[in-house]
């Protein structure tokens, strides 16, 4: 990483873990049972630039959301670390937490849970603005309504409760209310998993359209591989916990260099239904949280898994500009590589890790 | 909390119209304003004073004189009816109120907490409710002494944690929605989140069961001024009424069936109010 | 792909004008709105739409496992017979039978206290005449059929001790049993993730060539439709919008519907741009507007379409649309140049 003249990340994430203990019953207890966790961060890796939109992608339980809600401090890191501006997000007190917590602003998946019944737009708005005191107490209204309007809500919204609004209008009034405090990041967790795919476009044009006009920096966690492709300008795939490929969107999409990549855009259906296939492009499924496989944590499912695999878990290494994958096999993907050949060679490596 | 109900298409604020709330609620509402009204003005109603003697009229049966009879002083049975229910809407007030605001307090910042906090109160809980409430207030009570105000002490001791645990449960299921997520994300102060946020939302079940509450008080309250424990005679309490009556069951019923009647009554107005509270109440999704 | 057009041979199923009504405080509110489609011997029907569109509806109204206020009126013609005039009795034997259906939520679909043996011999008790080793016997087969590893030792274990794919493989096999010649699928794979989906979907299309099942599929998922129906009916509001074989749709689409929705979904080569939305929501069934219900949310809207409703039309042999301007609409192109 030749990260010399670069600008520093605006984010950095690493190494970042984090457990879940499994409840443990009295039986447990007393015969010495060492308690279980749900292992859903495994040493992530992952930076974010000033500006740009970094989408994680994955499917259920590799950890996508936790992540995110680590980002904003929902949960806190069982060791590694996120740096923001360069300093340890844990380390912020007082004054400088209330400073993080403004300038890093989450948007929830679910649109019917995510806003207070029983308060107005009005007031769920209105709260954001005085809490952080980014507008003295007479600019309250007139913010209130460019928020609305930035979101492309009719003014009258402000004094209507949740229940009387759609999907996709919750999730207007959620951006409103992250974009309230004039954030510098918006991590959007599935922000649009929850909605009609007619109202799903026009969610993520108002994102995009946004993210131009305010200059936001944008974490857009998600499982639909098409709309991360849409909106990313980087993304960073997750498995079990960890972040196995990240790289530019389009070399990503058109050359992953991680089999589970591969997998997981082959699994993808095609929009062209000429363009069909038969054969199931992943098998197996997800090994549980609780007891992570040894070595590479695909390999319980990798049609390519060697000997090594099983012994020494891959890190990112580099594999084309701002392009990484965690695999054994560093030729994966590319046009001329085929992995049964690229196996048979590759060394064993001494165990590391 | 707003009392105002919102319905979609229209922005204004909207006052509470009459026909669009519940019917349980306007008859409830209807029995507990007479309630308060007899409570609070007895005398304007109650046609003897209440603990007048008639030594000629002694155990004389309801009459255009006497509707309600007369009991064994020959005081008249209605006139202690009504003034009965300054005593007993004070109880149905006072022995409630406190462990409302105690328990939803003390529910909230445990419902919020969890881990030690909620396993702390949960023994707590257990403790209480497996003795029977009645037994608890009455051994309390033997202890500090007969009177309403030892009364209220025994029953605030223990009353709260019913609506402790209320509030404690509901906060729990609150706490993991998004829009706490979201409070705590912004950066809002834990207190703000609880009182502010979740409160609002987990409150509903502890208001209703206090609707009930003070119906329960009001029979604890004439339990106890029936053994002599609650309310001294000769102040007129329904409980202290009905076991004035006691020995006269079998010639002179209208000195005991008149009070429990008003006790029945008082008692349905509560619980058809709180129903109807429920039901104003019930969050739209 | 099998007899996508309905020319030549019969229908395995014909629905005609089926109507669903509920009667709620409000009034009446039909959910389904005078459907009608045929479905092939062997051929994969795809039932797309958003939510309130009365898909899933439609595809219970068949089996008329509409719970009580509603109401389901029309023709279901299954081998010549109508399962909407059918006694309950016989209907029984139908379901579970000849049609056998899946539900999206394989987890509640199960029976948490019962093995999956037992849920699967179940079936085969009801409809077949095998005894009790040879159902055994049988179950082992059909969850080996539908991929389960190891299946004669699953066949005692509990639904939550499966993973939700697994689950809805089991709950696959419990359909199977009784041999069915219609599977109605209501969005099978909307809880599964997306290398899961892939596994299901294609195990449902290996079943159908094996057993040459018909299959109504029900979706949201244009994916899902594209990579596995032979043919699709697009529904908004209650009613069939537009049908045809899914690669002429996708191509070129006839009713702005259609059309709005395939140019929501992003494709690659795009990045970052406006996505073809279409405005507003959709309507709710209690109110769905006059003329053409999709008419306030269409670019192509005129007069007529706030006046006159139109009705399902062929404009092409095997392809339907119900559009006053459905020839704008397909001169119009899709979102995306091909």
Known sequence: MSAAKEPLPLLQIEEAVKRFPMPQGILDRLAGRPPRAVNALNGVNLAVRRGETVGIVGESGCGKSTLARCLVRLHELDDGRIRFDGKDVAEYRGAERRAFNRRVQMIFQDPYSSLNPRMRVRQILGEALSVHRVRPPAEIPGRIAELLELVRLPQDAADRFPHEFSGGQRQRIGIARALAVEPDVLVADELVSALDVSVQAQVVNLLLQLQEELHLTVVFVAHDLRLVRHISHRVAVMYLGKVIEVGPTEALFTAPRHPYTKALLDAAPELDPTRRTRVAAARGELPSPLDLPQGCLFNTRCPHAFDRCFAERPILTPRGPEHRAACHLTDFGLPQADPASVAAVAAPAPLSL | ?285 | MSAALDTGSAPALSVRDLSTTFQTPRGPVTAVDAVSFDVMPGEVLGLVGESGSGKSVTLRSLMRLVHAPGTVSGAVSWKGRDLVAMSAPELRKVRGGEIAMIFQEPTSALNPVLTVGLQIEENLKAHTSLDRSARRKRAIELLDLVGIPAAASRLDDYPHQFSGGMRQRVMIAIALASDPKLLLADEPTTALDVTIQDQILKLILDLRDRFAMSVVLVTHDLGVVAATCDRMAVMYAGRIVESGPVVDLFREPHHAYTRGLLGSVPRGGAERTQLLSIEGTPPSLAAIPPGCAFNPRCSFATEVCRRDRPALAAYAPGRFVACHHHTEVAAAGTAVAA
């Open chain 2, 1 to 285: 909390m707003s009392t105002t109900v919102s319905s979609p298409g229209t922005g204004r604020r909207r006052r509470l119209r009459l026909g669009r709330l519940p019917v349980t609620l306007i008859a409830g509402g209807l029995i507990l304003l007479a309630s308060l009204v007899l409570a609070i003005v007895p005398s304007a109603f109650a046609p003897y004073d209440p603990i007048a003697m008639d030594y000629m009229a002694i155990l004389s049966p309801p009459s255009w004189a006497h509707p309600f009879g007369t009991d064994s002083f020959g005081r008249d049975v209605l006139a202690r009816v009504i003034h009965a229910y300054t005593i007993d809407m004070q109880i149905a007030v006072f022995a409630t109120t406190g462990p409302l605001i105690v328990g939803v307090i003390v529910g909230a910042l445990v419902g919020y907490a969890g881990g030690v906090a909620e396993a702390i109160f949960g023994r707590i809980v257990d403790a209480v409710i497996s003795f029977p409430f009645l037994v608890l207030v009455i051994a309390i009570v033997a202890v500090l002494g007969p009177g309403l105000g030892n009364m209220y002490i025994a029953v605030g001791v223990i009353g709260w944690v019913f609506y402790g645990r209320l509030v404690a449960g509901e906060v729990n299921v609150q706490k993991r929605l998004d829009y706490a997520a979201a409070g705590r994300a912004m950066g809002y102060t834990p207190g703000r989140i609880i009182f502010r946020h979740l409160l609002p939302n987990a409150i509903t079940p502890a208001i209703v069961y206090w609707m009930t509450d003070m119906a329960l008080a009001i029979l604890l309250g004439s339990s106890l001024g029936y053994l002599g424990l609650g309310a001294q005679p000769p102040a007129a309490e329904w409980g202290v009424q009905i076991a004035d009556g006691k020995n006269f069951m079998s010639t002179a019923w209208w000195i005991s069936v008149f009070p429990g009647v008003a006790i029945v009554i008082t008692g349905l107005g509560f619980s058809l109010f709180g129903d109807g509270l429920a039901e104003l109440l019930r969050t739209k999704k």
